[in-house]
C-alpha cells in the first residue's frame, strides 16, 4: 500500500489533472479542486512572467473562499507544473513564487534537481515528478522527489512508449510513494484499472482540453470531441521532444502527418517558440475517443466519477 503525505487526505477521486501547456489557467485549475480533484497548471502559462503571483492569488483565494463556504466539502489541493530544463530562464522567479504562495503540489518535468525539490520541502509542499521508464525514475526519487508521474505510451503532448503495465510493474518493485498513471485515461474504467495496476491516482490531460473552463480555441476543443486514437500523431519535430499531437492541426499547418521529419532534440526549447508550436501544433492523447462533448469541467468529473463506481460495481458483482 503506498505512503501519501497528508495533502492527499483532501481529495475527493484519486485523479491529478495534468498541466496542459497554454491552455491550463486559473478558471480551469479552480473547477477542477472543487470537483474534488488536483487541478494543475504550468508556471509558463502565465505570461509575462509577473502575472503568475496574480495567478496564484487568484487560486488560493477562490479555493479558500469555497473552504469557508463549503466546510464539509473542501476543495483539492493544486498543483503548478515547473519545466526543469536549461531553456526555461523563469525557473527561478516561479518557484520563488510557488514557495511564497505556498503551492501545495510542484510537477516538475523534463530535469529533476534538488534545489527546485527542497524549496519544494521548504515550506511542506509535496514535488511529483514525470518519468517515461523505470531509470529516470530512480534519478528524481534520489534527487528528493516525493512521488512520481508514470508517463505512459498514449499520453498527450510530451510522452514516453512505455506499456503502462511494465512501467507500473517495474516502479513498484521498488517504489511505495505516490505514483499517478498517465496514458489514454479519460474514463472513470481507466482510472480504476490504473489503480489495479498499482497507481494512486490516474492523471488525466487531453479530456480536459474539451471543457468551457479550458482556455482552448473552440476549433481545438472539437477536434477533440471528434477525434479518436487513430488520429494521434507521435512526433518530435515540433519542440524536440517526442510526444502526441492532432493529426488534423498538423496538417492545418502544412504539414503532412504521417511523414514528418525528425527535430534535433539539442535545440529543445521552452520559450515562445515552443508556445507558438503547441498554440498551432495541438497536443493530445490517445484516449480521446471518450471525448463527446464539449463540456462544464465539474460535469466531466461527474462523470468520470460515475464510471468509476460502475466498473467497480461490476467486478465485485
Known amino acids: ?44 502559462n502565465a505570461r509575462p512572467a509577473s502575472q503568475l503571483a496574480e495567478w496564484l492569488q487568484e487560486i488560493t483565494e477562490a479555493l479558500a473562499e469555497h473552504d469557508r463556504a463549503h466546510p464539509e466539502n473542501p476543495a483539492a489541493p493544486f498543483a503548478i507544473n515547473q519545466i526543469v530544463h536549461k531553456s526555461n530562464d523563469r525557473l527561478e522567479h516561479d518557484m520563488a513564487l510557488c514557495v511564497q504562495f505556498k503551492v501545495p503540489i510542484i510537477i516538475t518535468s523534463l530535469g529533476a534537481r534538488e534545489d527546485i525539490n527542497a524549496a519544494a520541502h521548504s515550506y511542506g509542499g509535496v514535488v511529483l515528478h514525470d518519468v517515461i521508464n523505470n531509470r529516470f525514475a530512480h534519478k528524481a526519487i534520489e534527487k528528493g522527489a516525493d512521488g512520481l508521474i508514470a508517463v505512459a505510451a498514449g499520453a ?67 477536434a477533440v470531441v471528434d477525434a479518436n486514437s487513430d488520429d494521434i500523431v507521435y512526433s518530435n519535430l515540433f519542440t524536440g521532444v517526442h510526444g502526441n499531437y492532432l493529426a488534423p492541426s498538423i496538417r492545418a499547418a502544412g504539414l503532412d502527418p504521417y ?44 462523470r468520470l466519477k460515475r464510471e468509476y463506481q460502475a466498473a467497480k460495481a461490476n467486478i465485485t458483482a
Open 259 to 302: 511523414n514528418l521529419p525528425e527535430s534535433d532534440p539539442s535545440k529543445m526549447n521552452f520559450g515562445g517558440d515552443a508556445k507558438k508550436a503547441w498554440k498551432d501544433i495541438w497536443g493530445c492523447g490517445q484516449g480521446i475517443a471518450a471525448v463527446k462533448a464539449v463540456v462544464p469541467t465539474a460535469e466531466l468529473v461527474a
Open 156 to 222: 498527450g503532448g510530451h510522452a514516453g512508449v512505455k506499456s503502462p503495465f511494465a512501467l507500473i510493474q517495474e516502479i513498484r518493485e521498488w517504489f511505495d510513494g505516490p505514483l499517478a498513471l498517465s496514458g489514454s485515461i479519460a474514463t472513470g474504467g481507466a482510472v480504476l484499472a490504473a489503480q489495479a495496476m498499482g497507481a494512486d491516482f490516474g492523471y488525466i490531460g487531453s479530456a480536459f482540453i474539451a471543457t468551457d473552463e479550458a482556455r482552448a480555441a473552440e476549433a481545438y476543443k472539437q
Open 1 to 44: 500500500m503506498s505512503h501519501l503525505p497528508a495533502v492527499f487526505a483532501k481529495l475527493h477521486f484519486p485523479v491529478i489533472a495534468a498541466p496542459l501547456f497554454i491552455i491550463s489557467n486559473p478558471k480551469l485549475v479552480i473547477a477542477q479542486c472543487k470537483a474534488g480533484i488536483v487541478g494543475s497548471m504550468p508556471a509558463l
